[in-house]
């Protein structure tokens, strides 16, 4: 049967996605492409596309696109479910885990060098974003390179606003794309 | 009756908000993680910073997607099973909506000047966010005053963001440290 298919798939895309992101794409590309050919490469790539511009991470998004295309709304929820159910498995058993064993001194010692790991795996993020929106097509040339201006003025008065007058963060995320579209529409940006 | 009604009251708060973070998580699953920072541990004081970050690293160090994975440890941190079924929920309830959407007219979508403007902005809102958030935690990991992390700080940062070091290495690397550190400190 289709759903149970469409899960199973999905769940082995689930366990074998280990360092998250792109690190996933082959994978998902070899089951649902080459291997079960519910989509073209074509459509695989417009996926991709949309992940990017859309919240989400990318293998929950490649379930639902292609279960709605295989099975209609069933089978977006099927291969959705089957995407995350070994994510519950295991973080349940890893949690279990981590409150029964943070505090023996070897795990404090280990957990105490992975704190600012995440840290910088977070700052590296937000710089590859940063650099993303600052490179963009349109804007000013400084040394030799095409800065967008606005998008840094940008970035300085949401920081000011998180920072200086507590605003709430989805607030800031939200209003600053609104800014960026009125200043599309004027021709700033 | 009354613990009931915290009870249900904690579960809402918990749907509304992994539902929020995750439909402004624009740009990869490490964005979601100061949404959920500056949610669970500044606004609702429910995690605190360092039990944050050591669930985002199991969450890391564990097989599927980041934002998904964290959302259930988070879930179950705060109302057990059923708190990280709902987490779940919130979370992966925003893309299969965005996508069963977008899925039917994309082509049109994709080009549109307007979503490009909107999606640069949110993108240039959601770097102030993480430098906002990263400044906090940077702080928090200073006041140790242990070389050890600054050195992990600095390396993970340069592995991650220059040389493009697959997580799982960068995360295996760093708990060695730390262990060893212990050990040293430990030994002295």
Known sequence: MILIELFWAFFKIGLF?????????????????????????????????????????????????????????????????????????????????????????????????????????????????????????????????????VAIVLVIIAFTALRKYKVDSILVIFLSGLVAVVLSFIGIL | MKEEDKKLATCLTLIKSTFVLSAFTIGGGYVIVPLMQKKFVEELGWIDSEEMLDLVALGQSMPGALAVNTSILIGYRVAGVAGALITLLGTITP?????????????????????????????????????????????????????????????????????????????????????????RKGGA
Do not use: H
């Open chain 1, 17 to 149: 996605t280990i360092g998250g992101g792109y690190a996933s794409l082959p994978l998902i590309e070899n089951e649902i492409v080459d291997v079960q050919a519910w989509i073209t490469l074509q459509e695989y790539t417009d996926v991709v596309t949309i992940s990017q511009i859309t919240p989400g991470p990318i293998a929950i998004n490649s379930a639902t696109f292609v279960g709605t295309k295989v099975a209609g709304f069933a089978g977006a929820v099927s291969a959705t479910i089957g995407v995350v159910t070994p994510s519950i498995i295991i973080a349940l058993l890893l949690a279990r885990m981590y409150y029964k064993y943070r505090n023996v001194d070897t795990l404090q010692g280990v957990l105490a060098g992975l704190r600012p790991a995440v840290v910088a795996l977070i700052g590296a993020a937000g710089a590859s974003l940063f650099v993303a929106a600052l490179f963009q097509t349109d804007g000013v040339q400084v040394a030799g390179v095409t800065v967008n201006l």
């Open chain 2, 95 to 183: 893309p299969l909506i965005f996508i069963t959407i977008i899925s039917y007219f994309y082509m049109s979508f994709r080009d549109n000047p307007i979503v490009d403007a909107l999606m640069l902005g949110m993108q240039v809102g959601v770097v102030a966010v993480i430098l906002n958030v990263i400044f906090n935690m940077v702080k928090d990991l200073l006041k140790r005053k242990d070389p050890v992390v600054v050195i992990i700080l600095i390396g993970a940062f340069v592995a991650g963001f220059i040389f493009d070091v697959n997580v799982i290495v960068i995360i295996l690397v760093a708990g060695m440290l730390g262990f060893i550190n212990n050990r």
